[in-house]
């Protein structure tokens, strides 16, 4: 069943395609548009709840942009993402709901970022299907680039965001070293398990001393050994600990990223 038809403008292939892949799991229907006025078009005359449009100069297309808000109606929504530029002080006045959100060009911004930013406010508008709601212990806020724990609020930098936001739609799945290096750096050419292994792990390290109360014994960010990470949201005893080693060791013979010991005859 269809929660209905977002309008999508992204000039951008791979993160285009990212979010019609995301609006089709949470049962929307997608027309992506290329520019600002095919937008108002179908904004004029299609029934579209929620729009979603990312801009890279508000002044060239201000009178468009002015165009467009004076389209839409009050049972819209309107997400818009601004590349390296401030929301306009004076928007162009608009009776739908409109979210400005600076931004910058993917070169620089992770497209996992974008993705989160967008997720979570369709989480708070009640435009997607709610998520599964995880004790309040650990609360993600990618729009504010913060963890919250228990009662504390941790501040994240942008590549700190970027793995904690990726382990966290993983579910409790091994991530390995090769997919958080290649996460982070998308025109990495290293393939060496311990090269890899020394680029993730500093990273790691700093978000451990973020969210761990004791970093030596973790609690949520766990490390299976020559594979990867994993982010278990209730936390388990101190990966120290025989619960916890034979559970990543046996998930991640599960996933294949180990072999499963050989019993002699």
């Known amino acids: 069943m269809q929660r209905g038809v977002a309008l999508l403008l992204e000039p951008d292939h ?3 395609i990212n979010l019609i892949h995301t609006l089709h799991q949470w049962y929307w229907a997608v027309l992506s548009v290329s520019d600002l006025d095919r937008a108002t078009h179908f904004a004029q005359h299609c029934v579209v709840p929620l729009c979603i449009l990312h ?31 401030p929301a306009p002080l004076h928007p ?6 409109v979210l400005w959100l600076p931004t910058t060009p993917m ?3 992770p497209d996992t970022t974008i993705l989160a930013t967008v997720r979570e406010l369709a989480y708070r508008l009640d435009l997607v299907p709610a998520p599964y ?13 913060r963890v919250q724990l228990d009662d504390q609020v941790i501040s994240l930098s942008e590549s700190e965001l970027t793995i904690l936001d990726y382990l966290y739609q993983a579910h409790g799945r091994i ?10 750096y998308p025109r990495l050419h290293v393939y060496d398990t311990d090269e890899l292994r020394r680029l993730i792990g500093s990273r790691m390290q700093r978000l451990r001393r973020k969210l761990e109360a004791d970093p030596a014994t973790p609690r949520y960010l766990h490390l299976v050994r020559g594979v990867g990470f994993r982010l278990v949201i209730a936390p388990l005893e101190p990966a120290g600990s025989r ?4 559970m990543v060791t046996g998930e991640a013979m599960h996933d294949g990223a180990i072999p499963e010991p050989q019993v002699a005859s």
């Open 55 to 85: 801009l890279s100069d508000l002044g060239y297309i201000s009178a468009t942009l002015s165009r467009f808000l004076a389209t839409v109606s009050a049972d819209q929504t309107v997400i818009m993402l601004v590349d390296d530029a």
């Open 14 to 16: 791979t993160r285009r």
């Open 243 to 246: 619960q916890v080693e034979s």
């Open 92 to 97: 162009p006045p608009s009776v739908a709901q």
């Open 133 to 145: 709601q995880h004790p309040p212990r650990f609360r993600l806020d990618p729009i504010q680039k």
């Open 175 to 184: 991530c390995t070293f090769l997919e958080l290096a290649q996460l982070l």
């Open 107 to 109: 070169a620089i911004t």
